[in-house]
């Protein structure tokens, strides 16, 4: 494999600090080649500086103008730095502080707090907001788990984002009370700063894993919908209820959003576990010998490399890993293993029973269909001459082939000349026994730098 190809196995322990899995794997391939200022994601390096620089500068300078109302600036912080230790990583490496982030969109939109009006700046916001993240960021960080600092930038971000939108209309805002004016404000704001963000989260996905743009942004809108309304309401029905009840609304109004929190961490848990019953199962062939140790897994990474290229959606992918780290598993049923393990050199005959096989282990548990069927079509040809009727593989079958047949051919071996003769070969027979597109989007993840 390529310097990224053969590094980890595919949603595995990687050691990327932050990121595991196919996206550690890609990740891995995207190491720069050149000088250490050099960087392969200029859109993550802008984002970081940028907001880095503004927290940076709102901390100085509410340091040094003073805090307005400190109380309350050191209440709100602290719940933040509180709900950024209680950050969550959902499916697909997106980590999240609901909490922190309903706290601070909470004190951009603060009309009032007791008897007077809330009149602290945009800057303050921005000032406590970041200070509240770096404080709730430091136990992970001691302990070896330190965040993605895009993600710490992106719930940063919103909050500038909203306090600068909201914190200049704030005092005109605030003369009658919590209105119907200002709560429409508030929704539109929180709306609007939630469409950026989803933009944001899709260049930087773009970037990381070199999928198509529009693909991952449907992906993007479909992962935070459910976060991001729970973020945003809650973030208004705080800001609304403190200038009622004060700072108790901010203990009342979490409640709903801290139900939400586990039950989004829940939800990650339970897809963990399955991705590692899935991985385990895949290296039953290899403990058994019938395999090369890490086949599986450099096939599976392969495989999501090429799955991105094609623009294959979130859900694709992961069905795709899925069918990869178990393409084969039916090689369990035969009796002396296929040497090397590779299924390349079996009998066409051989190869559909070891697939129908694999096919058949994978459709007993009763989730997987849609895996099982890429399972079973993985050793059909692009085009069949014999039977013009029968429909082309699965995308995700068409995928695997061709990085079955690559790991089967290069293993471990990460010599480059290796990799372009083998490569070759699979253009010879693009078009008739692999699909020419899925050769041609392997051939440019492996010339990835």
């Given at each position: ?22 996206e ?168 609007t ?56 609304g ?54 999501y ?11 694709e992918?992961?069905?795709?890993e ?25 009998s ?28 079973r ?73």
């Amino acid at each position: 494999m390529t310097q990224g190809i053969g590094q980890q196995p595919g949603e595995v322990p990687t050691h990327v600090p932050g990121v595991t899995g196919p996206e550690a794997g890609a990740l891995s391939h995207q190491r720069s080649q050149g000088p250490n200022w050099r960087t392969t994601r200029p859109t993550r390096t802008v984002l970081v500086v940028m907001v880095g620089v503004c927290s940076v500068a709102a901390l100085v300078w509410a340091a040094a103008s003073g805090f307005v109302d400190p109380y309350v600036a050191l209440v709100f912080c602290l719940f933040i730095a509180l709900g950024e230790l209680a950050r969550i990583t959902l499916p697909g490496q997106r980590e999240v502080a609901p909490v922190a982030s309903a706290g601070a969109i909470s004190y951009a939109f603060l009309l009032s707090l007791g008897d007077g009006p809330a009149e602290h700046s945009a800057v303050q916001v921005v000032a406590v907001a970041a200070l509240g993240v770096a404080l709730g960021e430091l136990p992970h960080v001691a302990v070896g788990r330190a965040p993605r600092v895009e993600d710490v930038a992106r719930r940063v971000l919103t909050v500038v984002l909203a306090a600068g939108t909201f914190r200049p209309l704030a005092a005109e805002l605030s003369l009658n009370g919590p209105s119907t004016t200002a709560t429409l404000l508030m929704a539109v704001i929180v709306v609007t700063v939630w469409v950026v963000d989803v933009c944001v989260a899709t260049l930087l996905r773009v970037e990381r894993l070199r999928t198509r743009p529009m693909v991952t942004f449907h992906d993007e809108l479909r992962a935070q919908s459910p976060i991001g309304l729970a973020i945003g309401s809650s973030g208004v029905l705080i800001a609304l209820a403190c200038t009622v009840t004060g700072l108790v609304g901010l203990l009342v109004f979490i409640a709903p959003l801290l139900v939400s929190q586990v039950a989004f961490r829940k939800y990650a848990e339970i897809r963990r576990t399955y991705l590692e019953t899935v991985r385990a199962l895949s290296r039953v062939p290899e403990v058994g010998g019938y395999v090369e140790h890490g086949h599986s897994r450099r096939v599976s990474r392969l495989a999501y490399g090429i799955g991105c290229e094609l623009g294959f959606s979130e859900a694709e992918l992961l069905e795709l890993e899925y069918a990869a780290l178990m393409h084969d598993i039916g090689q369990l049923s035969l009796q002396e293993p296929i040497a090397g393990g590779a299924t390349l050199l079996a009998s066409p005959k051989e190869q559909r029973r070891i697939a129908e096989l694999g096919s058949a282990i994978i459709r007993q548990t009763g989730v997987l269909d849609s895996v099982a069927e890429a399972v079973r079509r993985q050793c059909e040809p692009a085009a069949d001459e014999d039977d013009q009727d029968q429909k082309p593989p699965p995308r995700a079958g068409r995928v695997i082939k061709v990085a079955n047949a690559f790991d089967d051919l290069v293993g471990e071996n990460r010599d480059a000349e290796r990799h372009t003769a083998v490569l070759e070969r699979l253009r010879m027979d693009a078009g008739s026994e692999y699909a020419p597109e899925v050769v041609e989007a392997l051939g440019r993840v492996l010339a990835r730098p």
